[in-house]
């Protein structure tokens, strides 16, 4: 059964510290890592990962995956109080239009 | 681009009803849409893949004769959640993709529902 985990669960750090979110993955026929921003209602894209290596990069926000490892990370840097959110990942088995496998999520919370 | 939209954003309904939920790919065509819910702090699980002009594909454990879907155009899916209870409340969150094989999927703002 494919499964994904992030850690930590939850973090709560103050505004402008840079935090680290974590997340393995164990699915068959990977293709792709996903990264979402759930707020109050539906996730939002933030970053498509393929090839080992190699980060993305969106503002404070960077991601790089590990396919060796089956690991991935989602850095954001000067952290503001509209990053609090829930972050999802997922793997995939294509570039992420076929089924995802979602992890839990990390709640992340940022304090003024 | 790529937006998506789902109708209602929230429902309240009474134990045995049906409701439906639709799920519109605004400004693209989307063969594929996928339907997914959400419980309270937890993630997101797949329920079932809807293809334009096909029966949807349903994950394991999921009831397809409850969980009735239809994706009769490539920008409309619907969900229909028949005799619906309470353990039925959720966040039900759709997904579309542009084009297959090259592109992620567009998540709909998503519909509660609650049972009574």
């Known amino acids: 059964e494919d499964k994904v985990v992030q850690s930590p669960l939850s973090l709560v750090v103050h505004e402008g510290d840079t935090v680290t979110l974590n997340c393995s993955y164990e699915?068959?026929?990977?293709?792709?890592l996903l990264w979402y921003k759930q707020e109050k209602k539906a996730p939002t894209f933030l970053f498509m990962l393929?090839?080992?290596?190699i980060e993305k990069k969106s503002g404070r926000l960077s991601s790089i995956l590990d396919k060796k490892e089956l690991f991935s990370i989602l850095n954001i840097t000067a952290t503001q109080t509209g990053d609090s959110a829930v972050y999802l990942c997922?793997?995939?088995?294509?570039?992420?239009?076929?089924?995802?496998?979602f992890g839990t999520g990390t709640r992340l919370t940022i304090i003024p | 681009g790529a937006v998506v939209s789902q109708h209602p954003s929230w429902v309240i309904c009474k134990s045995g009803t049906s409701v439906k939920i639709e799920c519109r790919s605004l400004?693209?065509?989307?063969?594929?849409m996928f339907w997914y819910r959400q419980f309270p702090k937890q993630s997101l699980m797949l329920m079932a893949t809807s293809n334009e002009g096909s029966k949807a594909t349903y994950e394991q454990g999921v009831e397809k004769d409850k969980f009735l879907i239809n994706h009769a155009s490539l920008t409309l899916s619907t969900l229909t959640v028949t005799s619906a209870h309470p353990e039925d409340s959720s966040f039900y969150i759709c997904s579309a993709c542009r084009a297959p094989g090259t592109d992620t999927q567009y998540f709909g703002p998503g519909t509660r529902l609650t049972v009574l």
């Open positions: 699915v068959t026929n990977f293709r792709s």
């Open positions: 997922a793997g995939g088995t294509n570039f992420g239009n076929e089924k995802l496998t």
């Open positions: 393929t090839s080992s290596g």
């Open positions: 400004d693209f065509q989307a063969t594929t």
